[in-house]
Antibody
Framework: EVQLVESGGGLVQPGGSLRLSCAVY????????MSWVRQAPGKGLEWVAN????????YYVDSVKGRFTVSRDNAKNSLYLQMNSLRAEDTAVYYC???????????????WGQGTLVTVSS | EIVMTQSPATLSVSPGQRATLSCRAS??????LAWYQQKPGQAPRLLIY???SRATGIPARFSGSGSGTDFNLTISSLQSDDLAVYYC??????????FGPGTNVDIK
């Protein structure tokens, strides 16, 4: 069964750091682009970042550029999101998602984890 | 950045009736559009990709249409289990991928 399991969320002070993890099961992780998508409380979905299957390319929404870093360990079937200089507006449930290739590029997300809550507050 | 809009914000439909949700892109995205369903307290679930292709395991009552800038998601005969927020998302000329603000479907 294809499964994505996020962990690492919690309460952090503004300016602090947090590292999210996503463990994947049931598919060949090293062949898929992967994304992080977040959802602030009571709000809609916002794409945050994605990373190519081999880890050689990564992309970010402008609001997190320079603060967040997406990475992966294909040997450990794991995806990560390192979040630094956190702000109150980063408070959200963070989902990892598996992306389907459209042509040579990442497209839509066909499988999602259950999410992990990050709260940035003093 | 491509901006996605959705209408209406909320749709109240009686069981068995048809529901039509709209999504518009700020410029042409060809057919590079997906629809997701998010039930309360759950993660999003892929319903439709490539504007009109149903994802694996999605009931036939869900259908997508459109291309370019205007798209629709139709639920042909609404069931109580379809209570959810529905989001459209483009995957054309990213980054960034962007989602619409969602349509909240509730059961009348």
């Amino acid at each position: 069964e294809v499964q994505l399991v996020e962990s690492g969320g919690g309460l952090v002070q503004p300016g602090g750091s947090l590292r999210l993890s996503c463990a994947v099961y049931g598919f060949t992780f090293r062949t898929y682009w992967m994304s992080w998508v977040r959802q602030a409380p009571g709000k809609g979905l916002e794409w945050v970042a994605n990373i190519k299957a081999d880890g050689t390319e990564e992309y970010y929404v402008d609001s997190v550029k320079g603060r967040f870093t997406v990475s992966r360990d294909n040997a450990k079937n794991s995806l990560y999101l390192q979040m630094n200089s956190l702000r109150a507006e980063d408070t959200a449930v963070y989902y990892c998602a598996r992306d389907v290739l459209v042509g040579f590029w990442s497209g839509y997300s066909d499988t999602w984890g259950q999410g992990t809550l990050v709260t940035v507050s003093s | 950045e491509i901006v996605m809009t959705q209408s209406p914000a909320t749709l109240s439909v009686s069981p068995g009736q048809r529901a039509t949700l709209s999504c518009r892109a700020s410029r042409s995205i060809s057919s590079n559009l997906a629809w997701y369903q998010q039930k309360p307290g759950q993660a999003p679930r892929l319903l439709i990709y490539a504007a009109s292709s149903r994802a694996t395991g999605i009931p036939a009552r869900f259908s997508g249409s459109g291309s370019g800038t205007d798209f629709n998601l139709t639920i042909s005969s609404l069931q109580s289990d379809d209570l959810a927020v529905y989001y459209c998302q483009h995957y054309h000329n990213w980054p960034p991928f962007t989602f619409g603000p969602g349509t909240n479907v509730d059961i009348k």
